[in-house]
């Protein structure tokens, strides 16, 4: 019989079941949320699982916070480093929580969760998956024991305000804090945790056995919202008149039968004839569940992994990144770290003087892409840069410049980077690899056939890039790559409609495409933008009549333009403009009239 290894990861606890014949033992280790892990930590906590048991033959790992394909991956890259010949399969607590369900599995389920956080989640027997929440206590959670602490402090003080008694229930609460005014819960709510604010949940549950209205209200809102949401659910993996069977769990649930009982009885109201019973096996049971069947699986493999798979998103091949000149050594550089200052200097410029010739070399192409840009504004469609690192950034400060320079709306012109706002100013670890991330920043940024899709990888091969330019493709927009390795081949299926790529050469820093890759990156952009403006009506002459003169600096600009068109004096295009709302079109419309 295979050895099995099943591993539920919380918020508060971790759990892990081995499995040999017929015999478990169970582990107990620390709390585990993927997002609130650094590498470091999560193989930390990897590591001491493995060396609590011998190596299985299949592992199942729900991990609380690995919600998305990103998640997964990374979660599984660290597995194999503890587990490398064990089949393995990588997914969150919710689906360990409902595989826990060992009873006949042929019927839709959904899991219906409350506990410090709450979440609904389904599986229908043919594999089809739906989630209601799951979005965190800010967002999310409704229904959850966070929300309920949250509605009482929040009822507690309104009734307060309105009608100048503190009630029972508050009374309640300041006893459980320690607090000996309203006026304290201000302070004590503002550096309390999610887990200390769900805490006060049970104060609610208590107020409300003996009939407190504010207790009543808060807890039938809940229930309700609860049943919705659990039936909302439902509705996403089959009709209505089809069975469903529904199961509660988490601490709120399980612990609160009375409440558990009521949320079942407006499930029952909202659809007739579901089934309705708490889950009580722990969640690693579920792991356990799933490892078993991976086992099953995977009998004829040696390893397996069974995460979500998604459609192939075709990128150039791994072996085309060690020919990238971005990666070659450069010849004059080899003694860069001993090499006089000045002279280094010398060397850096010499370098950087290159450029407007090898990126002359691809204009053609830049002036195909400006034609475009500038029919897409005309016709109120958007420029997209997307890109990872130094790349991503450099799009991201192109897109926010825009604004102030063509008073555009922020809308026209986007950057995307790998790994979102936080790898702005930190490396966000795995971000620019998965190619599903930069399709999803495409779809859920509503790329259409109106728009331009420009994506922006040195070495010519970032997979999220890649992932971006497959999802602008698809959904008609105009793409393009911009790359800085000229022998890149493209994948057959996956082709941007026109790829810009200067050679540039190796850096003088072998790898670091934030200089000369970086530089001619910032060039190109300009180039794009600046000139698709001006042919938009953006630019008169050379100057920027539609600036945004948000500072001093700008509004003393702006007097100078207005006086430059209409040769008014200062006071009179200060004037005109202040009656214009510093708009320089309109001034100099108003001056044009005299």
Not at 282 to 290: D, I, K
Not at 452 to 473: H, K, Q, Y
Not at 524 to 539: D, F, P, R
Request: hydrophobic residues 40%.
């Amino acid at each position: 019989m295979p050895e099995l290894l099943g591993i539920e990861c919380g918020a508060t606890h971790t759990v892990a079941l081995y499995e040999a014949g017929y015999k478990i033992d169970r582990a107990e280790f620390g709390p585990a949320n993927l997002r609130l892990l650094n590498d470091t930590q999560l193989n930390r906590h990897l590591r001491k699982i493995a060396e609590q048991f011998p190596r299985p033959d299949a592992v199942a790992i729900g991990m609380a916070g690995a919600r998305t394909e990103t998640d997964k991956k990374r979660l599984y890259r660290a597995s194999t480093s503890f587990w490398p010949s064990s089949a393995l399969h990588i997914t969150h607590d919710l689906e360990t929580a409902i595989a826990s369900d060992t009873s006949n599995n042929r019927i839709h389920r959904v899991l219906v969760l409350s506990g410090t956080g709450s979440c609904c989640y389904g599986q229908s027997p043919d594999g089809t998956k739906a989630k209601l929440g799951g979005w965190g206590h800010i967002l999310g959670d409704k229904g959850s024991g966070y929300e309920i602490g949250l509605r009482a402090l929040k009822a507690c003080v309104f009734y307060l305000d309105r009608d100048g008694t503190w009630s029972s229930l508050g009374q309640r609460l300041l006893r459980r804090l320690q607090l000996n005014s309203p006026e304290l819960i201000i302070d004590w709510v503002a550096q309390a945790n999610k887990a200390e604010i769900a805490g006060l949940a049970q104060e609610v549950f208590a107020a409300w056995a003996k009939r407190d209205k504010i207790a009543v209200d808060i807890l039938n809102g809940s229930a309700d919202t609860l049943a919705k949401d659990a039936c909302a659910c439902a509705r996403k993996l089959t009709a209505k008149t089809e069975p469903v069977r529904f199961l509660l769990a988490g601490g709120v649930m399980l612990n609160q039968p009375r409440f558990a009982a009521k949320v079942a009885k407006n499930i029952r109201t909202r659809r007739p004839g579901s089934r309705i019973l708490a889950l009580k096996n722990e969640s690693a049971t579920g792991a356990l569940v799933l490892a078993r069947r991976l086992a099953k699986l995977s009998s004829a493999k040696p390893k397996t992994n069974t995460q979500n798979r998604h459609r192939t998103i075709l990128l150039p091949e791994l072996e085309q990144l060690e020919k990238a000149p971005t990666e070659q050594r450069h010849p004059r550089s080899m003694q860069l770290d001993r090499m006089p200052l000045g002279k280094a200097v010398d060397l850096f410029l010499k370098e950087d003087r290159q450029l407007p010739k090898a990126i002359a070399r691809e204009k053609n192409k830049i002036v195909r892409v400006i034609g475009w840009v500038r029919d897409t504004f005309q016709n109120n469609g958007r420029l997209f840069y997307s890109g990872a690192g130094t790349s991503g950034r450099l799009g991201v400060l192109d897109a926010s410049e825009c604004p102030p320079t063509f008073r555009t709306d922020p809308e026209q012109v986007q950057g995307i980077i790998a790994g979102g706002q936080p790898a702005l100013h930190r490396s966000i670890e795995g971000a620019e690899d998965d190619p599903e991330a930069g399709a999803e920043a495409v779809q859920f940024r509503g790329v259409s056939k109106k728009d331009v899709f420009i994506g922006i990888a040195a070495s010519g091969r970032t997979p999220f890039v890649w992932g971006g330019i497959n999802e602008a493709n698809r959904r008609g927009a105009k793409t393009v790559l911009l790359c800085f390795n000229p022998g890149l081949k493209l994948p057959h299926d996956n082709r941007p409609d026109v790829v810009i790529k200067p050679d540039l050469g190796p850096e003088l820093l072998t790898g670091s495409t934030r200089l000369k890759s970086g530089t001619a990156t910032k060039l190109i952009l300009n180039i794009i933008t600046t000139l698709a403006m001006a042919k938009n009506g953006k630019v008169i002459g050379n100057l920027m009549v539609d600036l945004d003169p948000s500072n001093t600096k700008l509004r003393d600009r702006a007097v100078r333009i207005v006086r430059q068109l209409t040769r008014a004096t200062e006071t009179e295009a200060a004037a005109a403009l202040d009656q214009s709302n510093w708009n320089i079109k309109k001034a100099v419309a108003r001056l044009s009239k005299r």
